[in-house]
């Protein structure tokens, strides 16, 4: 099993994925809450990008915290002891810096935004597999309504 995305260094799909199902029993066993963001680059012509937004993310979250390239241009995170406004103000913050920050391709400089979609364990959906295809149905209603949006289930 790969355990990293070479080209962004964040983990790649298959070992984030057991991560989550680790982290996921954990959870359950010690009744604690979770959370996992799922994070999409609106706008990009190639994956020369990727590495930066990948950066980007990382210096958003806790060192504890786990990203993951999930595929082409998206991304996981698992965010550890995380209840849905922590998640939420993660999700704006990595938002507002990729919104704001100035991507450097073939010399010039381009503005980039993301879609941020996440939930919570157990708040959201009370399995595992719920909780990362929970995440993903928010990006998509993020990216649905105009992109550069933070979404997450209502309670």
């Known amino acids: ?12 799909a298959e070992f984030f994925k057991f991560l989550l199902e680790s ?9 604690y809450f979770f959370s996992v963001l799922a994070v999409e680059i609106d706008q990009v012509e190639n994956g020369e990008l990727l590495a930066t937004l990948a950066e980007l ?9 786990i990203i993951g390239r999930i595929d082409h241009r998206r ?42 979609g996440g939930a919570c364990f157990p708040s959201h959906t009370p399995d595992i597999q719920g909780l990362l295809l929970t995440a993903h149905e928010m990006l998509q209603r993020a990216k649905s309504s105009g992109g550069n949006k933070v979404y997450l289930p209502e309670l």
């Open 1 to 12: 099993m790969e355990m990293l995305d070479p080209m962004t260094s964040a983990l790649s």
């Open 23 to 31: 982290e996921g029993k954990r959870a359950m066993r010690y009744t």
């Open 57 to 65: 993310i990382r210096k958003n979250i806790r060192n504890t915290d």
């Open 75 to 116: 991304f996981s995170v698992i965010l550890h002891h995380a209840e849905t406004q922590n998640t939420y103000s993660v999700g704006e913050r990595i938002r507002d810096q990729v919104e704001n920050y100035n991507f450097v391709l073939k010399n010039s400089h381009h503005k980039r935004t993301v879609s941020v």
